[in-house]
């Protein structure tokens, strides 16, 4: 059985059936022949846009000139009312200055800092399970939950019980969904003055969201002053200073960085997670695998992760097939010639890990899947060209080497205490909302192992 893939639209649309079928999911809106071509070129009255698959493209873009290809200001339309000014959304010195005060705190050494606060919060997840046994699971809940609980450990030291965590939790639950990860704006120039579309909702969510973390923030600031403030990843941050500037954030950037913190460091995790529960209730030969090598996990130190390596494979697998950010778009600001191709000034340049993960001249088996596969030239080389689950070059994701952590942990110590299984008639549809989801959740089956 191959792992469910969204239907691709017909080869060619008018303008207004492709707006309305990005506005409903990105993925399904996009032309089989993506998995297939180096390069594809999309133009209509307002912009034009190229996706670029080959690898020398993708490296030239996001790797070797970096600050030619800027985020595109168009994504930020989508996602300002939760993430303000954050990381995410910043280019050139600003974006620069950020990441010298957010790097330190997931440096190597810091990662070693955050297990205990992991391991307690897949603990958690496990022991909430327990009352679910035997009944449909709608698992993205779950995993959601988990993630969640994570964040909050490793950032605050509070767990996702706590009263404001909760809070932000359920709130963010209504956000993700009523949100897609580019509003219409992202992909048609508007005037700065006209509506940009929103639900209502989902302006009302994100303001809640920016309230509870500024009443966090600001707690936390008091206690730094005070003395008595944990050493977590927050108070890494806000005691950090730019080595350049000395300038440390105030408190309506840290909110910024700490909303962006909670969508990468909780929707993409639960998105990843998600989908690897799903994929080990369809090839359960892999959960006993995975349960066997769970046992390592007697040992509580962090250096148990270095024997959970088909863990890590697996995860790394369903990050290959569901990439949790499924597109990147970034913006060309000199003259370029792609394959023979102009790119004007102006142009976007989407790179897809959805498409480049899946892309048939590149992987062995693309939609298929095997963990096994990074053990091989194919998977060594694809590897290195062609997987980017959490961006690549100056902008790779801050927080990768903490996914890579997290992910593998909560998956075996759920290996190690249930089997999952697939509920009948209730295969996922894979769409984009702010991270790959299933259309209608993903359900499983839970039994004690």
């Known amino acids: 059985m191959t792992p469910p893939k969204p239907p691709a639209r017909p080869e060619k649309v008018s303008l207004l059936r492709y707006l309305r079928l990005f506005r ?21 009255p307002f912009f034009r846009s190229f996706m670029i698959n080959q690898p020398e493209l993708v490296k030239e873009v996001l790797k070797a000139r970096p600050d030619d290809f800027p985020k595109s200001n168009r994504i930020a339309e989508g996602l300002r009312p939760l993430l303000g000014n954050s990381v995410f959304l910043t280019n050139g010195e600003t974006w620069k200055r950020q990441r010298r005060i957010i790097d330190p705190a997931f440096e190597g050494g810091r990662l070693k800092d955050t297990f205990p606060a992991m391991r307690e919060a897949s603990e958690a997840a496990v022991s909430r399970l327990q009352s679910q046994l035997g009944e449909p699971v709608e698992i993205e809940a779950v995993t959601s939950h988990v993630a969640a609980d994570v964040i909050f450990r490793t950032l605050f030291s509070i767990p996702i019980e706590n009263k404001v965590a909760a809070q932000v939790f359920n709130r963010f639950r209504d956000y993700q969904r009523s949100q897609p990860i580019l509003n219409l704006a992202a992909f048609v120039p508007m005037p700065r003055w006209m509506p940009r579309f929103f639900k209502r909702s989902t302006k009302r969510d994100a303001a809640e969201i920016r309230r509870l973390i500024t009443q966090l923030t600001t707690e936390r600031m008091h206690a730094i002053r005070d003395g008595t403030a944990p050493d977590d990843l927050a108070t890494k941050i806000m005691t950090t200073s730019d080595p350049q500037s000395d300038e440390r954030f105030d408190t309506e950037e840290m909110v910024d960085q700490v909303a962006i913190f909670f969508l990468a460091g909780h929707e993409t995790s639960a998105s990843a997670l998600a989908w690897t529960l799903y994929l080990m209730a369809l090839y359960p030969e892999w959960q006993d695998k995975l349960a066997a090598e769970a046992e390592a996990l007697e040992e509580q130190s962090f250096s148990v992760m270095s024997k959970l390596r088909l863990s890590r494979d697996v995860f790394r697998e369903a990050l290959r097939l569901y990439p949790p950010v499924p597109m990147m778009v970034r913006q060309a600001t000199c003259p370029e010639q792609f394959r023979d191709r102009e790119v004007p000034v102006g142009s976007q340049v989407v790179v897809s890990p959805w498409h480049l993960h899946r892309h048939d001249r590149l992987w062995d088996n693309p939609d298929g899947f095997d963990p096994e596969r990074w053990g091989t030239e194919n998977g060594k080389q694809c590897q290195r060209d062609a997987f980017i689950p959490f961006s690549a070059g100056a902008r790779v994701c801050t927080g ?22 697939l509920v009948e008639g209730r295969e996922p549809v894979p769409v984009a909302h702010l991270t790959v989801r299933s259309a209608d959740g993903i359900w499983l089956k839970l039994s004690k192992r």
Do not use: C
């Not at 409903?24 to 209509?44: G, V």
């Not at 990768?400 to 299984?421: K, T």
């Open 24 to 44: 409903q999911d990105i993925l399904s809106a996009q032309p089989a022949k993506l998995y297939h071509a180096w390069m594809a070129e999309f133009r209509t």
């Open 400 to 421: 990768a080497g903490f996914a890579m952590v997290e992910g593998p942990l909560i998956l075996s110590m759920l290996m190690r205490q249930y089997r999952f299984e």
